[in-house]
């Protein structure tokens, strides 16, 4: 089975790597790319790994054919998945949203941290969230919705989101966290985007490390909202920029209620419990940490998590490709499982070794 | 004024460090250099940034020269230190010492973390830690008994934590922190040594991040008692490995206790008062943050501290060169008050803007 | 057609190459792989890419496994290659070789150049050269021997040579060159192997470029015998090392004999005429060049060629992935020709956009 | 003795290493530095190494004050130094140019590169070109005429040409080089400027070499002047690109003439010769190579020159740090050299050994 899928705002990275993957995919069929601002060109004229493959050009991101699509996938900026969200499923295709407009469930919380009105609030109620791994069963629903022959929304999570909910979900679930939970996470610089700015300056940042967005990045409520700690003032998230292209490692330090304490081989079972049936999720070995080399342009997650401070604490560790299971990747797991497929059907799963 | 030095361990990154900055020091005239493994050779052999200096060749460790210098600084690996600091200091010539041996104040807690029998337990009680800006009595004294004609012994802090001291100090001095102290600290390569491994080979190390050494760093004992939290489980240290050649990011997440809030220009001013008096320290402006690249090659530190988590947290960042600040650069820091120099006489202060 | 290979030598970086691509090939199955060194451990114990994947754990080379596959790679260093070649194609095993023992047409430049005796000049002497762009006839014909149930060898072109003469060979073949061939080459550290050395060192390859190897590289017999210029004294090859992992950027400067002129669009129709029905090479437009990130981690080749100094010079650039279509990657395009697939079948040929 | 001095466009890349060698020279005060596009900023605020140092604020290219010093640099793009120069001399300024607008003797091949009129030839007439170890007789001709109490305008080369001719000049003066001139050069990334392209974005530029500006680079008449080969179609120039931040290696291939042969001994001595009085270019011992990390940072060269194909060619290398070597370091030995002071003076000459 063959499905027609557009991306929306294909031009950007995670955009691009949709492209990458949907093109590479034997169930989809890559019909629609649009980008306002390289309207009628070629994706190689920016994207040279692309040179020589037949793929449509761009077009506007009003293209008629979008409506043609069983799928769109919008990798556009917050607030214009508001607009365009809403006449897709009106039309009655399915959108796999990697903006950030449809993960926050309370609309006053997006306002005040996007600084926007929240104008489908309707198509929020039902929005599924996409992070298959921890939140099992909006995901679960929408693909039996679109079984049905409806149409349906999937909001999937940020990159920071799933890397830090990969690493500290199983613990904090089981009650093992108690006051701050301290997440110190370290990004690539595809995660500041496309746009040429002094930040993303080769020469700027090359050779450097630095933190950003102290106490104030966007990601915050959503990862309060996944790991079920929202309104609690416990997350100290502090995301950091490192030197390479692709790549998000989540340093999760837990601090183990008083009274409460788990053995090395419990925490381990733990982890290795509740990720038994996810393929695209690895618990390393006690002993062993992830390295986000190991996952990079795959759709592949790597975890671990350890005991410290003689017990009072855990780190968890969370290794993903940001750009591929922190956007793109995802994105098409969620297609993949709305649509009836394995969850990592034409997904890359391996790594470069070297 | 011009001490004449020696470098015992000048083949290591932290010993060629030392001797970049000591020959163009105006006040130190670098007489010897040894390596056993180097012995006889050129350093520009090894380091070919020397090519066409006039540079003394590598000697053995055990070169009678060591003991006509004025100072003699030990960048050699932890127990070495052991068996040539006490016979120097006999000789009557001070000695600054780069490794763990003399660092830790218990000579148990040395043994534990070492696995290895303190053997000069008398020249340990005497060591002056090497610090300056927040061990700062210790020095000072030292400077005294040099000046009084008697040989001393300086054992300066390691790279994580100096970075971490500098950045969480003035807080937890301050009352300020309860419960977990969190330090997740990234550092680069050189880090981790001349060695060639499998760690620093280039196609391991580049477009990766990795977290290392969980809950078994040996800088973790030496953290705890700078911070004065030695014994109390609350340390959390995470060290992490990224690509870049020099430069280490501590980011300390401190839990403010219960009842205690302090306002953000409050804390500015602590840390600003903290350093008032320390010309190789920068407490950065509210909203800024320390980037490693911006004290790369020189001595210097920049820190800073944000509330988080609506007042319950502080996120405190301090960022130097491991190698410079972290190791030779603090070394020779030492040595210059020590001698009665200014504390950053003839060293680099200024990075490569790009 | 599923066929049974080996991997020997599959502990350094073209022999795990092979590994990543021939667990994802489908019409090969894995069931060996050896390492001296390593026999007994897991492949992902060094590369955790593999993490988590049912692969077989390494043997030594003398496992007799080996000769119940349908083909056996060999990505064992020169000499070691003489050693195991002809017993496996004596038991009816064809082998495709990434040494460098069998691309030397000439025995007697072979020993010159690697100074050590050729043990098996029978066998070099039916081998096939393994550059299908270039050299066509002779792969063409092993695959005749191989349906003919015959095993046969296919010596793979080394990195350098395989960029160098994809960019160069048209034009040269075309008689537009006399004088000095002058190729100046970049490689990323991949190139140097898995071995820890001073100069895999991370701290010595990051932010430095630097020449090596000048007058004496071993690929300069390899690449006069493809080009057709053995024992003319014109070429001039000069590799370089870049940080970067993956990649091989060749620039061939062709001067032009005097008489001869040649218009840019018939230079650009030969060599798109040349490569015309060659899918894994991409002549590029003219007025674009090659980049070597445009091929990472595939088994393209991106070229191009343009006239400079008013016509007296061609300037041809070859990019490759120095790991995939300059050793594994081409290795298995070999063995998919021999065995009767297309080139490309299951062969990675997208690279990551970004 | 103290010299006033200014720099014109002291934002960019190269104006900003100016002010970094200035603010450290003890012979020169830093009083003006101007940008239009940041007027009024500090200089800290794009350049955080810089913070805590008290430096001027920037001003705009008309600031008075700029007549007020005694030397002004001018680190402006080509085309905007033919406004300001001439000005600055009449008012008796002396005029340290690191533009292109003073470069070419010929205005006739200004015009035909830069596709502008020249302006003020009269100004160019009396230029001083910059390149004190090649071109030794203009400089010190201004040097005298500075001495006499006249403003002189040096026009400093290119960082290109600069690599280039160090490298390649001794032997091409020799007599040593027929027909082409092929000259292969890698660049780090800043030199592609400040400005934020999807050319200096990281992750384009990162993990990738190609080559640019093939047959069309304007350093190309540059370079033919300095070697004494213009109007001749001999120089083939490629540019090429590497992720390195500083760093310029140039690999020129010379074609030895028929009939003339030079003894490897007798080439070394040629160069170490030429360059005897030369403290800030080293020739390296036979067999060795330049490295750019051994001059980073730094306002010395390394060149080597290597016999090759049999003694029919020459592989000439020569190092440089693009910004200071290539730009402001020579820009400030030019300054040096006409105030009366030594080349080196107040000048960084020994990189990072690691």
Chains 1, 2, 3, 4 share one sequence.
């Not at 929408?142 to 999937?156: N, P, Q, R, W």
């Not at 108690?178 to 090359?206: E, I, N, P, Q, W």
């Not at 330090?253 to 079972?269: D, K």
């Not at 996810?278 to 005991?307: D, E, F, R």
Request: hydrophobic content about 45%; charged content about 15%; overall charge negative.
């Amino acid at each position: 089975m063959v499905f027609k899928v557009g991306v929306m705002g294909a031009a950007g990275f995670a955009g691009v790597e949709l492209v990458r993957l949907l093109t590479q995919h034997p169930n989809f069929e890559l019909a629609v790319v649009t980008s306002d601002a390289d309207a009628g060109k070629a994706i190689a004229d920016t994207y040279p790994a692309f040179t020589g493959m037949d793929l449509p050009l761009f077009t506007n991101h009003d293209d008629p054919a979008l409506f043609e699509c069983d799928l769109v996938f919008l990798a556009v900026p917050h607030t214009v998945a508001l607009k365009y969200a809403p006449p897709l499923l009106e039309g009655g295709v399915t959108v796999i949203d990697l903006s950030a407009d449809y993960r926050l469930k309370d609309p006053d919380v997006y306002e005040k941290w996007y600084a926007t009105k929240h104008t489908s609030v309707d198509v929020l109620a039902n929005a599924a969230f996409g992070l298959p791994e921890v939140v099992r069963g909006e995901i679960a629903a929408a693909a039996e919705t679109f079984a049905a022959g409806k149409a349906v929304l999937v909001s999937c999570a940020g990159c920071y989101p799933t890397a830090t909910s990969l690493a500290a979900f199983p613990a904090i679930q089981a009650g093992l966290s108690a006051g701050l939970v301290v997440v110190d996470a370290v990004s690539g610089v595809t995660g500041a985007g496309k746009k040429a700015t002094a930040r993303t300056h080769y020469c700027f940042a090359d050779e450097s490390v630095e933190a950003y967005g102290l106490a104030s990045h966007r990601h915050t409520p959503e990862i309060e909202q996944i790991l079920g700690i929202s309104g609690q003032d416990r997350l100290v998230f502090t995301p950091h920029l490192a030197p390479l292209k692709r790549g998000i490692l989540s340093t999760v330090t837990l601090s183990v209620p008083e009274g409460v304490r788990i053995a090395p081989e419990a925490l381990q079972e733990l982890y290795e419990g509740f990720y038994a049936d996810c393929p695209l999720v690895q618990v390393l070995p006690a002993g062993t940490s992830p390295k986000t080399a190991s996952v990079a342009g795959t759709v592949k997650a790597q975890v671990s998590a350890t005991l410290a401070a003689n017990g009072r604490a855990i780190v968890c560790l969370g290794a993903i490709d940001n750009l591929c299971k922190g956007a793109a990747g995802q994105a098409v797991q969620c297609a993949n499982i709305v649509v009836g497929l394995a969850p990592d059907a034409g997904l890359p799963t391996v790594a470069l070794p070297v």
